[in-house]
């Protein structure tokens, strides 16, 4: 059984010194970490501008729903005033005078 284990790990470290001599590992200059940060911070700009923009229009929403709750909430003078029901205020703008109501058309089928 050791030897079988043994055999695994023999393989196992030949598989990694192929992987580490395919695939060397860079030297980090002083500037590495700067020049990572730049590229890392380059590829979020777009993303942290659309955030921006969209917390703005949050915000400005969220301002014109108080605003317009408030104006919706204030009496106004041109508001219905008296003790009048709608219906009454509709029959006072649109007196019948003349009727708009037609009797229905009948339509003969007999043929005479």
Known sequence: MDF???NDDERLDALFRAYRDACPTPEAS???MPALWGRIESRQSFTFSFRRMANGFVTAAVALTIALGVYMSMPH???ITSSETYIEA???????DAP???TP???DLSGR
């Open 30 to 32: 002083a500037n590495f």
């Open 90 to 96: 509709l029959a006072e703008a649109h007196p019948l």
């Open 77 to 79: 003078a041109s508001a």
């Open 4 to 6: 079988m284990r043994g």
């Open 105 to 107: 058309a009948r339509l």
């Open 100 to 102: 708009d109501i037609v």
